[in-house]
C-alpha cells in the first residue's frame, strides 16, 4: 500500500497571505486527487492530476504534479477564510478505491 | 436529492449494541465506496461495491463489519458487537462508472460514538 504523506499538518495563516502545501510518496503515482473537507461535511474533489509536470488552476488555487509523478504541490494566493478547512490528496488505486494522505488542516483567519 | 445521502448522521451506541449505516448513492451509479475516518486523519477505505457485487472488501477491520448492497442501490455498512475504537465517520461515496479514474461523490457521513 502506498503511503501518502501530506505537510504541514496544520497552517494557521493571516487573510491575503500566500501559501503552499505538499502531498508526497515513495512510489509513482498513477493519478493524484485533491479533496477539500469541510466540518462534519464529506469530502469534496478539486481536481485530478494525471500527467507528470502538470498544473491546473482552480480561481486562486494552482495544483501542481511533479515530474516523475511522485510528488504534488497546493499553491493558494490570497487565502480568504472561506479557504479553512482539511485537504486530502489522494492516489486511485485498484477497483478505483482512494488511498489518502492525513491530510492538511488550514485555518485562514479574517 | 441529487447528492448521496447518508443516516443517521449522527449515532450514539453503547459498547457491545449493534449499529446499522445507510447510504443512498447518487441514482445510477454503479460504484459505492465506504470509508473510515478516524479523528484528524484521512478518511480510510474499507469496502467497494459494482451494482450489487461486493468486490473488495479488504478494509474491513474485522469480522464485525458487514455491508450489503442487495439492490444495487441501498448500501448498508453494519457493525455488530461495537468497540470503543470503532468511534469514527463513516463515509460513503459513489461514482457512475466501475472502471477508470471516476470522481466520487462523498456523504456527509454518519459520525458514531460508541460510549
Known amino acids: 500500500t502506498q503511503l501518502l504523506e501530506q505537510s504541514p499538518q496544520f497552517l494557521s495563516i493571516q487573510e491575503g497571505e500566500n501559501l503552499t502545501v505538499y502531498c508526497n510518496s515513495s512510489?509513482?503515482?498513477?493519478?493524484l486527487q485533491w479533496y477539500r473537507q469541510e466540518p462534519g461535511e464529506g469530502p469534496v474533489l478539486l481536481v485530478t492530476v494525471v500527467t507528470g509536470g502538470e498544473v491546473k488552476k482552480l480561481k486562486r488555487l494552482t495544483f501542481q504534479f511533479g515530474d516523475a509523478r511522485k510528488d504534488s504541490s497546493l499553491h493558494i494566493t490570497a487565502a480568504q477564510p472561506g479557504d479553512t478547512g482539511l485537504y486530502l490528496c489522494?492516489?486511485?488505486?485498484?477497483?478505483?478505491?482512494?488511498?489518502f494522505g492525513k491530510g492538511i488542516t488550514l485555518s485562514v483567519r479574517p | 436529492g441529487a447528492g448521496v445521502s447518508q443516516s443517521p448522521r449522527y449515532k450514539v451506541a453503547k459498547r457491545g449494541q449493534d449499529v446499522a449505516l445507510r447510504c443512498d448513492p447518487i441514482?445510477?451509479?454503479?460504484?459505492l465506496f465506504w470509508y473510515q475516518q478516524a479523528l484528524g486523519q484521512g478518511p480510510e477505505f474499507l469496502t467497494y461495491?459494482?451494482?450489487?457485487?461486493?468486490?473488495?472488501k479488504s478494509g474491513l477491520p474485522s469480522d464485525r463489519f458487514f455491508a450489503e448492497r442487495p439492490e444495487g442501490s441501498v448500501s448498508t455498512l453494519k457493525i455488530q458487537r461495537t468497540q470503543q475504537e470503532d468511534s469514527a465517520v463513516y463515509l460513503c461515496a459513489s461514482s457512475n462508472s466501475g472502471t477508470g479514474v471516476q470522481p466520487q461523490h462523498f456523504g456527509d457521513g454518519t459520525r458514531l460514538s460508541i460510549l
Open positions: 512510489s509513482v503515482f498513477s493519478s
Open positions: 441514482s445510477g451509479h454503479v460504484s
Open positions: 489522494a492516489e486511485t488505486g485498484a477497483n478505483s478505491k482512494l488511498t
Open positions: 461495491f459494482q451494482n450489487e457485487a461486493q468486490l473488495d
